[in-house]
């Protein structure tokens, strides 16, 4: 029995480990009127991921609205 808890304990430290090395280093670059924007540096490009954490208040159809509307992405 506690090799049986040897194992598993060894299987979840490696199941955790492994989850937290594909996540990105995400630096926050921009705040403001409850919008946060963060940067991370993708490995082996020149290119940069950018995450947009926000809260809306609306329905999806409207979300997808917005983000269609190209000529408007400015504003």
């Known amino acids: 029995m506690e090799r049986k808890s040897i ?10 480990s492994c989850t937290s090395f594909g996540q990105y280093s995400w630096k926050l670059i921009s705040e403001k009127d409850g919008i946060k924007v963060y ?6 490009t020149n290119f940069k991921s950018v995450k947009v954490q926000c809260t809306l208040e609306g329905s999806f159809d409207k979300l997808i ?11």
């Open 39 to 44: 940067e991370s540096t993708v490995p082996n």
């Open 65 to 75: 609205a917005i983000l269609n509307n190209v000529d408007r992405h400015k504003d």
């Open 7 to 16: 194992l598993i304990l060894t299987l979840c430290f490696l199941l955790l």
